[in-house]
């Protein structure tokens, strides 16, 4: 069976760091007998500018089509002032609506060889390797009503936090499963001393945990899971949580690993499929000079591997080719140490591209 890949490479960086993604396919297709058919389509700024819209409906089939999407990055000051709909970001909140992606999973992996990079002391995140699992669709972003009134002349804004049961359940299977894969450890976070949204996910999750006998749950409180982050987030392998804990400490957890060049992400809808992309945005104060650092794409093809085409080999041997060309001393801009020599995008990606070629000898 050929798997369909939609590649959107979008506006800024996106096309340069997806370009050597999808080197990494094409050499995958061409060494290893990977059965992929890559199309490409326009998503954001650049749909915008082709069509008029920022998710225009020929993408739209397309990914409703493939198996997997992979995306660079959306967004730049070029269109900033655009109405909200025709804004780039529109078609990325828009290809997650349309295709129900709800579980958003977040690795926070830091390299051995860049264990420097990140702002803590290196013993303490040496090795860090967890995984986060977000609720994407529900929560308070999207809960109703919402608003903003005048209460007796004095303007009130609102918003609700809802979660109906089936969601809890929904993502927290995807999170069981998650663990399942990787130690057997799942922490969920929550605020159930004083939200009864939380209680409810608390009691979902501990039934849930039943039909999961081979992985140990936990609980922690949303501010405690902050603080123990930071203090020692190697006690961590899977954290699953819901939409606006997860947003804040998904970020908290990539700024541990030092650099968002690094950092990949999926978000998957209910049969497997998904929309996988870099966790940084279109950086457009680097685009076009070729120095953004295309691992974090390159480790986004690893996880559509891993998760929507079940190609766990494929997905292992790509992560072996990054560790390979880091143990080179390989780095971009991003992640070399000062006054060392950095690398450019297409000599870091033709680097994964020769120790993954390495492999198939
Ligand atoms: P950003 O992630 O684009 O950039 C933040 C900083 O990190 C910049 O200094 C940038 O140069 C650097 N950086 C990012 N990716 C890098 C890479 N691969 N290699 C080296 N350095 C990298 O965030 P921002 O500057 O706040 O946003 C820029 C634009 O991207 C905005 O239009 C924003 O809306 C959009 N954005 C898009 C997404 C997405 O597409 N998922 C996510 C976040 C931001």
């Not at 326009?42 to 999407?69: C, I, M, Q, W």
């Not at 979660?163 to 990787?182: D, K």
């Not at 680097?286 to 766990?312: D, Q, Y």
């Not at 690398?343 to 680097?351: D, H, L, P, Q, Y």
């Amino acid at each position: 069976m050929t798997h369909r890949i939609l590649v959107l490479p979008g506006d800024g960086i996106g096309p340069e760091i997806v370009a050597e993604a999808v080197r990494i396919l094409e050499l995958l297709r061409a060494e290893f007998g990977l059965a992929v058919e890559i199309e490409e389509g326009k998503v954001g700024g650049a749909a915008y500018e082709a069509a008029g819209s920022p998710l225009p409906e020929e993408t739209l089939r397309l990914a409703r089509a493939a198996d997997a999407v992979l995306l660079g990055a959306v967004g730049g000051p070029r269109w900033e002032g655009l109405a909200r709909e025709l804004r780039p970001e529109r078609g990325l909140l828009g290809l997650r609506a349309e295709l129900g992606l709800f579980a958003n999973l977040r690795p926070a992996l830091l390299y051995p060889q860049l264990a420097a990079a990140s702002s803590l002391r290196p013993e303490i995140v040496a090795g860090l390797d967890l995984m986060i699992v977000r609720e994407l669709t529900g929560g308070i972003y999207f809960g109703t009503p919402r608003g903003v009134r005048d209460e007796g002349g004095v303007r009130t804004a609102y918003n609700t936090m809802v979660y109906s049961e089936a969601e809890i359940e929904r993502i927290g299977r995807v999170a069981f499963e998650t663990a399942r894969r990787r130690s057997g450890r799942l922490c969920s976070v929550d605020k159930a001393n004083v939200l009864e949204v939380s209680e409810l996910w608390r009691e979902v999750l501990t039934a849930l945990a039943a039909e999961f006998p081979d992985v140990t749950l936990s609980h922690l409180y949303v501010d405690n899971a902050a603080m123990q982050l930071v203090r020692a987030p190697k006690q961590f392998d899977v954290i699953v949580t819901g939409n606006l804990f997860g947003d804040i400490l998904s970020d908290q957890a990539a700024m541990l690993t030092g650099s968002i060049g690094m950092l990949p992400s999926a978000s998957l809808d209910a049969h497997g499929k998904g929309m996988y992309e870099p966790i940084h945005g279109s950086a457009p104060d680097i685009a076009g000079r070729g120095t953004a650092n295309p691992l974090a794409t390159i480790l986004s093809v690893a996880m559509l591997l891993r998760h929507s085409l079940g190609e766990e080999e494929a997905a292992a041997r790509v992560e072996r080719a990054v560790g390979a060309a880091l143990d080179q001393g390989l780095r971009t801009p991003d992640i070399a140490a000062p006054g060392t020599r950095a690398a450019g995008t297409r000599e870091m990606g033709a680097a994964v591209a020769a120790a993954l070629r390495a492999q198939a000898r």
